[in-house]
Every structure is written in C-alpha cells, then in structure tokens.
C-alpha cells in the first residue's frame, strides 16, 4: 500500500477505513465480521482508521481499541469529538447538538483514550464546528492535548475555509474531512485550495457516496429498516432512480476499465491530490479488500476528465443531508 502525508506530522496508506458503520447508522452490526475486517486491513497495509465518540455511540472506539492493540504502534487512528449526546437515544438520534467548549474538548478526549486503550490520539478532529464557540478558544484547548502528549495532531470536519484559516493560525492543523466524491464535489469551491495553501491533508469521507456509486443498492429496500441513508434526500424514491441512472454510466465505464464501480470511483478521488486520503467504509472482507486495490489503479489525465464529467455537476437529485445536518456544515 502506499502512503501519503497528512500536514507535517502523519503519514498513512492512501487509502484508509472509515469505521463509522460498523457500529452506526447503518443497520445491524456484527462485531466478528468487524474484527476480521480490522485484522485484515492491517494485513493489507492500510494503516489509518477512523472512528469518533458518537459512532455507538462508543461502540466503535471499544472496537478498534480492542482490535488494533495488537498492532497499535503500525497504524494511525483519528477519532471526533463536538457533538453533544443525549444517550437515552439510540444510534444517531442521540446526536442532539453541538460541543466544544474546551472543557467539553478535554473531557471527551481524556474518555476516547480510555475506550481506544492507548496513551495518544493519533488525529482528533472537531467533528462539527460550534458557532457559538470561538474557533480560537476550541483549537486552543485541543492545542494543550498536544503539548500534553495526549494528540499528536490536530484536525477539523465539515469546516469553512475562513474557520480552517483560524484554526491554523492558532496550531497546525493537519488533516480537513469533509463529505468527497463524485457526487458529492462541494470542497471544490474553496476548502481544497486552501488546504493546499497551507499544507493541510484532505480526508474525503463517503468517498462512495455512502455506498450508492458501488451500484449494490439498487432499491430503497436494499437497506435495513434501521439504516439512516432512508432518511437521506438522495436515498429518497424521488430521487433514487436518477441517480441510479448515474451510477449506471459509472458502471460502464468501470467495466471498460476492468474494476469495479467502487474501485474507479475511489481511483477518481485518490487522483485529485497526493494530498487526498480517502476513508471508504467497509464491513466486509471482499468490500475492504475492493477498496484498497484501487490504490493501484492508474488513471489517464483524460480518464480523470471523463469520471469528472460522468456524474455532471448540479445533476445529483437531492442533498447530501437534512436541512438540518446541512446547518452543521461549512461553518
């Protein structure tokens, strides 16, 4: 596998694993199914899994902690804090605002360690940012994790340029993540710019559309009755067949290729940058083992043109969020 850096101070595979549904909004969970995964992404190379509080929440940061001890000191794990919980909900409903106040910040950083089982967070990231905290004052106490030995590095999700910039000029931030892919191309505006300018690695999440550019679902039903993406606009019957029609030209393309739907997608996305480390889910040993070949798979500049305009810009049916997950980001 080969690796990439983030800012200055990580260096990780080009292709990670987001570990969100394993535990998370994306139906039943099997955690034998999971560990054999996690072992196994090891033994592929990948070496940067992301994870947060809120997947469980909890759940996934015991999982990886448990799975990844082993071979702690191989691998690179990022994990999130600023959501505020109410824990008598399940699953995402329990994501009932935002947090990062500086003692809320240290107060979920001192618990991810305990649930991770290590002595360092490798990457912690504000998950969302919280208008009515000072960017300044947030950074500032992730800042003293790091002088505490407690992060190495620091990181922002769902972020708008301008509050990047603020963040930067307070400690080095080193990685942005932000929803990439084909259909989702909103980073494109500014974010990716300037990241760029200031040395900041880019971690697309959802780099296969949240499972549609695979072309495995192919019906609403196709998800568990307990699956968030129903809830999801571009999930929805209105939406659903036309965007499927997009993932159909996806489809041929990649057949021409000799890859997967998935694999040309991801290939796209690990083209735009050496600075790009995208963050597939995976569950399954086969979807895993998809995703990380694509590391391999070379694209011709005019290859690159042609999956760019395979899934036209303002043609994807539908947000990528609720109106009011959407409020969260680019703040």
């Excluded at 107060?107 to 490798?122: G, N």
């Excluded at 997967?260 to 290939?267: K, V």
């Amino acid at each position: 596998m080969k690796t990439r850096k983030l800012g200055n101070e990580l260096t990780v595979s080009a292709v990670g694993l987001g570990c969100m549904g394993m535990s998370f909004a994306y139906g039943a969970k099997d955690d034998n199914e999971s560990n054999a995964t996690l072992r196994r992404a090891v033994d592929l190379g990948v070496t940067f899994f992301d994870t947060a509080e809120t997947y469980g929440p909890f759940h996934n940061e015991e999982l990886l902690g448990k799975a990844l001890k082993p071979v702690r000191d191989q691998v690179v794990i990022a994990t999130k804090f600023g959501f505020k919980l109410d824990l008598t909900k399940p699953g995402p409903a329990a994501i009932v605002g935002v947090d990062s106040r500086p003692a809320h910040v240290k107060q979920v950083a001192e618990a991810s360690l305990k649930r991770l089982d290590t002595e360092v967070i490798d990457l912690f990231y504000q998950h969302r940012v919280d208008p009515d905290v000072a960017i300044e004052d947030t950074v500032g106490a992730m800042a003293d994790l790091v002088k505490e030995g407690k992060v190495r590095a620091l990181g922002l999700s769902e972020a708008s340029s301008a509050t990047i910039r603020r963040a930067h000029a307070v400690h080095p931030i080193a990685a942005v993540q932000s929803e990439y892919s084909l259909w989702s191309r909103d980073p494109e505006d500014d974010v990716l710019a300037t990241c760029r300018e200031l040395g900041i690695g880019f971690v697309p999440y959802s780099p296969l559309g949240r499972g549609f550019l695979t072309g495995a679902i192919r019906q609403v039903d196709d998800l568990d009755a307990d699956d968030f993406r129903r809830n999801l606009p571009r999930f929805q019957a209105e939406n659903f067949d036309a965007n499927a029609a997009l993932v159909r030209a996806l489809e041929a393309l990649a057949k021409e290729k000799g890859v997967t739907a998935a694999q040309l997608a991801l290939a796209w996305v690990l083209h735009q940058g050496d600075d790009v480390v995208p963050i597939p889910g995976a569950r399954k040993l086969h979807h895993l083992e998809q995703n990380a070949a694509a590391a391999d798979i070379v694209l011709s500049t005019d290859e690159v043109e042609e999956l760019s305009n395979v899934i036209p810009l303002g043609r994807v049916a539908g947000k990528r969020y609720s109106d009011a997950s959407l409020a969260m980001t680019n703040r």
